[in-house]
T-cell receptor
Framework: NAGVTQTPKFRVLKTGQSMTLLCAQD?????MYWYRQDPGMGLRLIHY???????AKGEVPDGYNVSRLKKQNFLLGLESAAPSQTSVYFC?????????????FGDGTRLSIL | GDSVTQMEGPVTLSEEAFLTINCTYT??????LFWYVQYPGEGLQLLLK?????DKGSNKGFEATYRKETTSFHLEKGSVQVSDSAVYFC????????????FGTGTKLQVIP
């Protein structure tokens, strides 16, 4: 019963390097989200997708790109990592965009940029 | 815009003590309200939700009532256990093309034996 799976769980990068975080869900959900979690700030939405082939900007999109080529996968890319992107990244999914639907979260990726 | 304010932690309680974590919100329209729990090293999990005024959400002994007149959604549990130690997030959900969720900053709860 996997739910939402994120890889990798931990990563250390040097400033300027690039990487891709992978999120996979097996619940056939249409909507997927990428958040970052920083101390004292709760979760902030980076990008989201309302279905295969669609993406849109969230609250803090700068420095990130996303792709949703398959319904079950949502990729988050950092083209040129900066220390300000040190954070814990969470992927989530929901079956619909209705306000009453809970979101299902992965276990997170802890990313450090040196 | 929408916002969620919850009490700062950490909150330290002895086992079997009564728990209250305060949460207030500002929002337009008719949002849904959630409490999520995050155990160490894990993602957020839905604890309970309420979708309209005066609804009470409950799960695992926790409960919260959607109070529109006071714009509050306080989390309560009558008798906490060590296993309840976690970070608790109050959240507000709105629809509008996607589910826009506004999270509080989280309250860390530590329960000691």
């Amino acid at each position: 019963n996997a739910g939402v799976t994120q890889t990798p769980k931990f990563r250390v990068l040097k400033t300027g390097q690039s990487m891709t975080l992978l999120c996979a869900q097996d619940m056939n959900h249409e909507y997927m989200y990428w958040y970052r979690q920083d101390p004292g700030m709760g979760l902030r939405l980076i990008h989201y997708s309302v279905g295969e082939g669609t993406t849109a900007k969230g609250e803090v999109p700068d420095g990130y790109n996303v792709s949703r080529l398959k319904k079950q996968n949502f990729l988050l890319g950092l083209e040129s990592a900066a220390p300000s992107q040190t954070s814990v990244y969470f992927c989530a999914s929901s079956s619909t965009g209705d306000s009453n639907q809970p979101q299902h979260f992965g276990d997170g990726t802890r990313l450090s940029i040196l | 815009g929408d916002s969620v304010t919850q009490m700062e932690g950490p909150v330290t309680l002895s086992e079997e003590a009564f728990l209250t974590i305060n949460c207030t919100y500002t929002a337009t329209g008719y949002p849904s309200l959630f409490w999520y729990v995050q155990y160490p090293g894990e993602g957020l999990q839905l604890l309970l939700k309420a979708t309209k005024a005066d609804d009470k959400g409950s799960n695992k002994g926790f409960e919260a009532t959607y109070r529109k007149e006071t714009t509050s959604f306080h989390l309560e549990k009558g008798s906490v256990q060590v296993s309840d130690s976690a970070v608790y997030f109050c959240a507000l959900g709105q629809s509008g093309g996607y589910q826009k969720v506004t999270f509080g900053t989280g309250t860390k709860l530590q329960v000691i034996p």
